[in-house]
């Protein structure tokens, strides 16, 4: 599957960003999706994480209760819904999917068979 993040940009600490990853040549049903964001010097971090499902989702304690991803299977897209914006959440943004990916990988970037090219987000204070 071919994955293209799209929707960054530049907001004022406060403010809200909606990303979306549109998806191609897979079956995106069968795909957890997940968000991971990259800041200059640092790790790749994961943000968020949707399973096919479509129900369960998990979030990195550092946007839970800010961030909200979500899915439209018709339309092939993964949205990350960004809102209350830090200057700390500057990063490129990454979406991934897998196939069979497990509960206790989802966290881990390397166990991901396939990326978005990434969009940057900029948060000013």
């Known amino acids: 599957v071919q994955l293209q993040a799209s929707g960054g940009g530049m907001v004022q600490a406060g403010g809200s960003l909606r990303l979306s990853c549109a998806a191609s040549?897979?079956?995106?049903?069968?795909?957890?999706m997940s968000w991971f964001r990259q800041a200059p010097g640092k790790e790749r971090e994961f943000v968020a994480a949707?399973?096919?499902?479509?129900?369960?989702?998990y979030y990195a304690d550092s946007v839970k209760g800010r961030f909200t991803i979500s899915r439209d299977n018709a339309k092939n897209t993964v949205y990350l819904q960004m809102n209350s914006l830090k200057p700390e959440d500057t990063a490129v943004y990454y979406c991934?999917?897998?196939?069979?990916?497990?509960?206790?990988?989802?966290?881990?970037?390397?166990?991901?068979?396939?990326w978005g090219q990434g969009t940057l987000v900029t948060v000013s204070s």
């Open positions: 991934a999917a897998d196939r069979g990916i497990i509960l206790s990988s989802i966290r881990n970037n390397y166990q991901y068979d396939h």
């Open positions: 949707l399973f096919r499902s479509g129900v369960t989702t």
């Open positions: 040549g897979g079956t995106f049903s069968r795909y957890t």
